[in-house]
């Protein structure tokens, strides 16, 4: 076997495993930022640090989060909003050739996908194993939480995944399901439990690491100066709201000084301004570097205005005047989006 690997990607399973405190395989040790690596073994970066392979479901749950890795904090929010475009960029459009490389790479590609009817069937004859590209397919599925249901399966009679996913379109429709069309809030419900079985079962198989300094800023982390969280606990916020069964009343009030630079007296203000008007489980958050966004929650788009105004108020004038507002209400729509519109000048 004559196999290369792109080192972004295998830079982002380096970064995954350390975010789950994994025990780094040999593989993953000494990468390069970019180009590729060679592998005799397709199994290399799925071992443990003494070479044993993964448990099936620690695989499925590192490819699944990969993918989650890339849509959160590499960008992938802005160029898909939905769960069909994040698969099709991943199989359909050619992102595994662009990462894997060489004789006996196979073959990994959507074959069909019938969205009204929810189910699509993507072909592997890849030398990976099926597990972690489970895990990749899922994760596509998962990342922007425009979906009500989703589930992945491996048919090896057929050397394919079939793909069932149901959303508000086409939920009277899908041509899996029995009986009558099922409540928005019990595919919810089903998708709930299907990630809570995944989870668990990730948790049961897991191998013990040695704990080690996160790569980048714990998702509870708190600026010293604003007190505001990450921007990464605010998107973690928002993505578990998505997957509520019934999904709540949100608001985003996102706030800045764009037209003059942010100094250290005006952030603290412009913190201090947003925590006031906090309550219960809402969340002051920053975005960049020179904005912040705070999370409204049981809060419709009228009182989402009010509290927006009450905020100009409790400011200084100088910064009151030079201050600029959005204000992103949201009740169940495609997180993807909403994300997007968060981060967007």
Do not use: K
Request: net charge neutral; charged share 25%; with cysteine.
């Amino acid at each position: 076997m004559n196999l290369q690997l792109s080192n972004l990607l295998l830079n982002r399973i380096r970064a995954v495993y350390e975010q789950l405190q994994l025990p780094l395989p040999a593989a993953l040790r000494r990468l390069r930022a970019t180009g590729w690596t060679p592998f005799s073994d397709a199994l290399a970066f799925l071992r443990d640090a003494g070479g044993e392979p993964l448990a099936p479901a620690v695989r499925s749950f590192v490819g699944a989060r990969v993918i989650d890795d890339w849509y959160q904090q590499a960008g992938g929010y802005a160029v898909c909003q939905q769960a069909m475009d994040v698969l099709r960029l991943h199989v359909q459009q050619g992102s595994f050739g662009q990462s894997v490389r060489g004789e006996g790479a196979g073959r990994f590609e959507l074959l069909d996908l019938d969205e009204a009817h929810g189910i699509g069937h993507v072909q592997s004859s890849t030398p990976f194993c099926r597990e972690w590209e489970r895990g990749l397919i899922q994760g596509a599925l998962d990342a922007p939480g425009d979906l009500l249901y989703s589930d992945v399966r491996w048919i090896e009679a057929q050397q394919r995944f079939e793909l069932r996913f149901v959303n508000d379109t086409n939920r009277a429709r899908v041509a899996w399901a029995l009986g009558e069309p099922e409540d928005a809030r019990v595919w919810r419900l089903r998708d709930r439990v299907r990630r809570l079985e995944q989870s668990n079962a990730y948790l049961e198989a897991r191998p013990v690491a040695v704990p080690m300094p996160p790569r980048r800023a714990s998702s509870d982390w708190l600026d010293p100066l604003t007190g505001a969280a990450s921007e990464a606990h605010l998107v973690e916020r928002l993505r578990q709201a998505a997957q509520e069964a019934l999904p709540p009343r949100l608001c985003l009030l996102v706030y800045g000084l764009p037209a003059r630079p942010a100094s250290a007296d005006s952030m603290r203000t412009l913190g201090a301004a947003g925590l006031r008007l906090t309550r219960g489980a809402d969340l002051l958050a920053q975005v960049g570097e020179d904005r912040l966004a705070l999370l409204l929650h049981d809060v419709d788009e009228q009182a989402g205005e009010r509290v927006a105004q009450r905020l100009r108020e409790g400011l200084p004038p100088q910064l009151a005047d030079a201050l600029e507002l959005r204000l992103l209400p949201w009740r169940g729509t495609p997180i993807g989006a909403l994300i997007a519109s968060l981060r967007a000048r």
